[in-house]
């Protein structure tokens, strides 16, 4: 079963906005994190942001937050004032126990 | 550099051939991880290291693959009797905590890839 699902599979907005990319899962646990990681075409993955499941607060992380909807197990990321830089592949990501899965991604483009 | 290597980064192979891909994780990192992105998808996991031993193997999608660590630092992804869908990326990230059962917090940094070509 599908434990990680992003519905966008791509993404454009224009520089200067904010956009948001969505995600949700599927989980049993009580005790479970969220990551947010970017791919850019060279290929590396880069951790943008976490969200425990405990944490009450939402995470921020310069121009990235996670809107962590823990009943609709929503954890959307928000980037506020996108660069051009940020076009890129995103992952949405829980890990439960031992491994991590990943959402199938989207691809946010960025319009100047 | 102080950040997860892994090598080859290309590597081509004929069907029915073996390959290794090697990671070298963060040092310090007691946690590594191998991953596999196919193309157009995200990473998925295949096996996780704490230490020395395969703490969870469940991951792996055949008696194929197979990896160790036997120190607790390099890994090495071994696949044997290559397949064409073998084809993908092979990711390995390290953390420098990997708890079983406990609060997963610790951020996985994420190699360049060993990019696996199967004709």
């Known amino acids: 079963a599908q434990k990680i699902t992003q519905t966008q599979p791509g993404m454009f907005v224009q520089e200067k906005e904010a956009v948001t990319l969505d995600c949700t899962y599927d989980?049993?646990?009580?005790?479970?994190?969220l990551f947010w990681y970017k791919q850019p075409s060279s290929g590396e993955m880069i951790f943008l942001i976490y969200?425990?499941?405990?944490?009450?607060q939402n995470a921020t992380e310069g121009r990235y937050s996670l809107n962590f909807q823990k009943a609709r197990k929503s954890a959307n990321l928000v980037i506020s004032a996108s660069q051009l830089g940020d076009s890129a592949m995103y992952f949405c990501?829980?890990?439960?126990?031992?491994?991590?899965?990943f959402g199938a991604g989207t691809r946010l483009t960025v319009k100047p | 550099g102080a950040g997860v290597s892994q090598t080859p980064s290309n590597k081509v192979t004929e069907k029915g051939k073996y390959v290794e891909l090697r990671c070298d994780p963060i040092?310090?990192?007691?946690?590594l991880y191998w991953y596999r992105q196919s193309l157009g998808q995200g990473p998925e996991f295949l096996i996780y290291?704490?230490?020395?031993?395969?703490?969870?193997d469940s991951g792996l999608p055949n008696d194929r693959f197979f990896a160790v660590r036997p120190e607790g630092s390099v890994s090495t992804l071994k696949i044997q009797r290559t397949e064409r869908g073998d084809s993908a990326v092979y990711l390995c990230?390290?953390?420098?905590?990997?708890?079983?059962?406990?609060?997963?917090?610790?951020?996985?940094?994420f190699g360049p890839g060993t990019r696996l070509t199967v004709l």
């Open positions: 990230a390290s953390s420098f905590v990997g708890l079983a059962g406990g609060p997963p917090l610790e951020e996985q940094f």
């Open positions: 989980t049993s646990d009580q005790s479970y994190g």
């Open positions: 969200q425990g499941s405990y944490d009450e």
């Open positions: 990501a829980m890990r439960e126990g031992n491994d991590m899965r």
């Open positions: 040092s310090g990192h007691t946690a």
């Open positions: 290291f704490q230490g020395t031993g395969a703490a969870d």
